[in-house]
């Protein structure tokens, strides 16, 4: 493991860039430049907050109840889904949504230049992720954090033989309240319910949350964006190499979670960038795929 004073040396940029103790001692990379600030969690590779000066809120929720622990998800920010999206594809019983979010990334590099901070992170298969899945991997992920957030993970198959993923960035929204927002640029499309065992459907109009909600969306458009009336914000949310979108909400299942106050569903919207289900990508021994992002946020009247 890097230890902080080396990524100091190594990748700080005095007060732009700091290698921090987050909570219960977990390595945190604190950004503070003059177009924005985040925090990004080396566990999990996670970004768990980012605002572009001048916003008022951050762009995500980050649950109070968020749980810092080895071999737990960090709920909230931006979890990394990878190698596979949602429950083990195989029923071995394996974590959910993989074990990338699980295990703690290096730094590989990071430059500022005119007040963008740019991040690579990377997570590559040991001893332990092969207790899990067997496949050589390098996994990398750029972070750009500037007046925009953009988001780029790589997949690299290192080994012999061609493997198959699933994967999500799966983004926890902070909205006002979640009566109050409208996801926009899904109209039209089908969808897979989760909560009707999978069942396809058609997607009529624009989403206001007002049940549980969890859909993977198929052949998904390049652009979605979440209109927050209570916030009197829009995030536009772009994204390439990616065929999903998944929108989630627990709405009152929240209760049932150990990391998230029983209210919290109202603050939040997961819209996720997504190669799921039967979008899984498989990569040729030597070959890449990357899928990105980027997130915009702009005030309304
Ligand atoms: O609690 P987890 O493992 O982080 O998953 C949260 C949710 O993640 C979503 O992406 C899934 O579609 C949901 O089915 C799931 O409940």
């Given at each position: ?11 700080g ?33 996670q ?12 762009l995500?929720?980050?649950?109070e ?7 737990k ?21 394996r ?9 703690l ?80 640029g ?10 009707l065992d ?9 989403i ?14 390049a652009?979605?964006?979440?209109i ?41 919207i ?10 899984s ?10 899928m ?10």
């Open positions: 493991m890097q230890d902080l004073e080396t990524l100091n040396r190594l990748f940029k005095e007060a732009q860039v700091r290698f921090v103790e987050g909570q219960t001692g977990m390595p945190i990379i604190e950004v503070a430049t003059k177009k924005a600030s985040a925090t990004i969690a080396l566990y999990g590779g970004i768990l907050s980012y605002k572009s000066n001048g916003m008022e809120h951050d995500f929720y980050l649950s109840k968020a749980i810092y622990q080895q071999g998800a960090i709920r909230g920010g931006v979890p990394v889904c990878w190698p596979w999206f949602g429950e083990d594809p195989s029923k071995l019983g974590q959910a949504h993989g074990f990338a979010r699980n295990l990334w290096n730094v590989l590099d990071c430059q500022l230049h005119d007040d963008i901070v740019e991040i690579t992170l990377g997570l590559e298969s040991t001893a332990t992720s092969k207790q899990w899945w067997p496949n050589e991997f390098r996994l990398r992920k750029k972070i750009v954090i500037g007046e925009q957030l953009d988001i780029a993970l790589t997949t690299e198959n290192r080994g012999e033989i061609p493997f198959s993923i699933s994967k999500a960035l799966h983004s926890y929204f902070l909205v006002g309240d979640i009566s109050q927002i409208t996801v926009v899904l109209d039209g499309l089908d969808y897979l319910d989760k909560t999978f069942s396809k459907q058609t997607q009529v109009g624009d206001t949350p007002f049940a549980e909600t969890d859909r993977v969306y198929l052949a998904s458009p652009r979605v964006d979440i927050d009336e209570a916030l009197k914000r829009q995030i536009n949310i772009e994204q390439s190499g990616a065929e999903n979108i998944v929108v989630w909400n627990p709405w009152t299942r929240a209760s049932l979670l150990n990391d998230m106050d029983a209210s919290d569903y109202r603050k939040f997961c819209v996720e960038t997504a190669n799921a289900i039967a979008n990508v498989i990569i040729a021994p030597g070959a890449s795929h990357q990105q992002v980027k997130y915009n946020v702009s005030s309304i009247a």
